[in-house]
């Protein structure tokens, strides 16, 4: 499974648009990127997923360049309530069990 | 449509008692996977079964756990003999069917605190 290395941490105010970077230098061909979210005390939940180029959902964007071996997760205007831990994930989409590193704290400030 | 529960939501155990923590899938769902959380980190996978069957478990230590996950009812992750080591969320999640690219629908976790 390939590596991923993201921020440790992130500040941000309110309104404004985060991007959040992750390397995965090794990434396979049949590997799919996908980001999760996690508030204090809850479970992760799916926030999105590609393979290359670029996804949009209700949510937010996933950038994904031609090399494939990094990946932006881009919220739209922040507010105080995505404040939480974002973890960038790359498997193949067979894989049964997911490998979170220890993700990207995300800070959203007034 | 429910999510996926998990009971309890925290459980304090002193050490050498047994911890046991349920978790029942969404509906339609009959993959469950198990995960632990440590403080200040990421989710490390523990042990992934379908109905009556382990599928994978190589993130289970090889002693003192257990998972089951019985042709009714919810599956069980089961800790003997706690030691404080075990002080962590547990998180279940479970999908529809296998190879879901990583989408994995999780529960809200059991906080295991061991005295």
């Known amino acids: 499974l390939a590596k991923t290395t993201q921020p440790i941490s992130m500040d941000s105010y309110e309104g404004q648009e985060v991007n959040i970077t992750c390397s995965h230098n090794n990434i396979a061909t049949n590997d799919y990127i996908t980001w999760y979210q996690q508030f204090p005390s809850q479970g992760p939940r799916f926030i999105i997923q590609g393979y290359k180029t670029k996804v949009t959902n209700e949510v937010a964007s996933l950038f994904i360049p031609a090399d494939r071996k990094s990946s932006t997760l881009s919220l739209p205007r922040v507010s105080l309530s995505d404040t939480a831990v974002y973890y960038c994930?790359?498997?193949?989409?067979?894989?049964?069990?997911?490998?979170f590193g220890k993700g990207t704290r995300l800070h959203i400030l007034p | 449509n429910a999510g996926v529960m998990q009971n309890p939501r925290h459980l304090v155990r002193r050490r050498g008692q047994e911890a046991r923590l349920r978790c029942s899938p969404m509906k339609g769902h009959s993959h469950v996977y198990w995960y632990r959380q440590l403080p200040e980190e990421g989710l490390k996978f523990m042990v992934y079964l379908q109905k009556e069957n382990i599928i994978d478990e190589s993130g289970m230590p090889k002693e003192r756990f257990s998972a089951e996950f019985p042709k009714e009812g919810p599956s069980i992750l089961r800790i003997q003999q706690v030691v404080r080591g075990d002080s962590a969320a547990y998180f279940c999640?479970?999908?529809?069917?296998?190879?879901?690219?990583?989408?994995?629908?999780f529960g809200p976790g059991t906080r295991l605190t061991v005295l």
């Open positions: 999640a479970s999908s529809p069917k296998s190879g879901q690219g990583g989408e994995q629908f």
């Open positions: 994930l790359v498997g193949f989409v067979g894989d049964d069990k997911i490998i």
